[in-house]
């Protein structure tokens, strides 16, 4: 077994974990907006934008960490986010010379897990963000086949929820500390391979199968 600990000094008090997912989702939608938005904040559909962002790149780091947190207690471990502010700061200064880079925060267990269940909790994250990739994917591939009229910010949402949810997925699979890819590697390659291929599929092959802008 495994032993996780948090990082001495890393919580002082009782964290409030709400305003910790708060920072994380809004700090990473509004850095992608600038980076949506060509780093011109003062454009007109800035503000739709930054909606959108919101519903897209916001809500899928925090289902990302959710995730986490959800499946580590229900090992029976002390889990909580913390938001790391100095990267979301980063993120957001980073975002206007247009490169957009998701670093909201962690998941912080503590208790004993094996090394299976260190694997699964970090699995947990790109799997709900591959599960959400393939929930507006089939919402497009609807809207496609019934040739559903939808209004272009409706459109942008569903193919920008897509995009970020796969590559993010796939993103947090790469193979080396911190990412989850690390703990899923040392926890078993197979489900490490059969997970990174799936992402594959989802960011590079069934956008131009399905003709997804």
Known sequence: MRQFSFTPGEFTGRLDERMEFIKAGAGTALAYAIFFSGGNIFQSDFFRNLLIAMFTAGLAVVIHEYAHRLLARSYGADAY?????GMLVMSILIA???FFVAAPGAVYPRGFLSQQRIGMVALAGPASNFLLAGIFMAIFIVLSITQTPVPIFWRILIIMAYDI??????FNLIPIAPFDGEKIWRWNRVVFGITVALGVLLVFVLPRMLGLP
């Open 81 to 85: 986010f913390k938001a790391n502010d």
């Open 96 to 98: 206007f010379a247009s």
């Open 165 to 170: 949810n796969a590559w993010l997925g796939l």
